[in-house]
T-cell receptor
Framework: TQLLEQSPQFLSIQEGENLTVYCNSS?????LQWYRQEPGEGPVLLVT???GGEVKKLKRLTFQFGDARKDSSLHITAAQTGDTGLYLC????????????WGLGTSLAVNP | KAGVTQTPRYLIKTRGQQVTLSCSPI?????VSWYQQTPGQGLQFLFE???????NKGNFPGRFSGRQFSNSRSEMNVSTLELGDSALYLC????????????FGPGTRLTVL
């Protein structure tokens, strides 16, 4: 059972366009992380959101954690070819046996 | 500070063989997690070690095993390799157990023929 659903699965856009990708769950997470992975490399952490409703900005990337801490979104403004990659979200479960739950990712291609 | 290193980067094996992969975490990080990544299944959690103890384990058969040494370096072993074991194996380190921010190595690309 995939507890974190990411959409869309694939996205191909032109340089300069805006886009939003989503990470949704029916479970509540104590925190949620976003990573970007380039081909042949491991994922790189972009941001961690902790508080419901929290918004964090990283240059042209805006991350939002849902009020109920069940979902998150990543918005990219004026996409560049360097934004190409696989975007993964991972939610941290509460409880004693805590572990990260991963989505399958959104594969983004930004074309020149 | 050096990042997470994994060796080897690429490996080709045949069915039935066994393989050992190595991971050196960031200095000072005591938690190491292992993941299998395939196009269809995404990142699948294998296990997590903290202070030489396995803290969490994913839903993989017993052919997959791991350990952590006193210097926090970790190894994972896969015995009796199957074609379906072909994947990118990623190691991630963190200061504390896996729910914290993780820093990934470049992975070991395993191909089973």
């Amino acid at each position: 059972t995939q507890l974190l659903e990411q959409s869309p699965q694939f996205l191909s856009i032109q340089e300069g366009e805006n886009l939003t990708v989503y990470c949704n769950s029916s479970s509540v997470f104590s925190s949620l992380q976003w990573y970007r992975q380039e081909p042949g490399e491991g994922p790189v952490l972009l941001v961690t959101v902790v508080t419901g409703g929290e918004v964090k900005k990283l240059k042209r990337l805006t991350f939002q954690f849902g009020d109920a801490r069940k979902d998150s979104s990543l918005h990219i403004t004026a996409a560049q070819t360097g934004d190409t990659g696989l975007y993964l979200c991972a939610g941290a479960q509460a409880g004693n046996n805590r572990k990260l739950i991963w989505g399958l990712g959104t594969s983004l291609a930004v074309n020149p | 500070k050096a990042g997470v290193t994994q060796t080897p980067r690429y490996l080709i094996k045949t069915r039935g063989q066994q393989v050992t992969l190595s991971c050196s975490p960031i200095s000072g990080h005591r938690s190491v997690s292992w993941y299998q990544q395939t196009p269809g299944q995404g990142l699948q959690f294998l296990f997590e070690y903290f202070s030489e103890t396995q803290r969490n384990k994913g839903n993989f058969p017993g052919r997959f095993s791991g350990r952590q040494f006193s210097n926090s370096r970790s190894e994972m072993n896969v015995s009796t390799l199957e074609l379906g074991d072909s994947a990118l194996y990623l190691c991630a380190s963190s200061l504390a157990p896996a729910r914290n921010e993780q820093f990934f190595g470049p992975g070991t690309r395993l191909t089973v023929l």
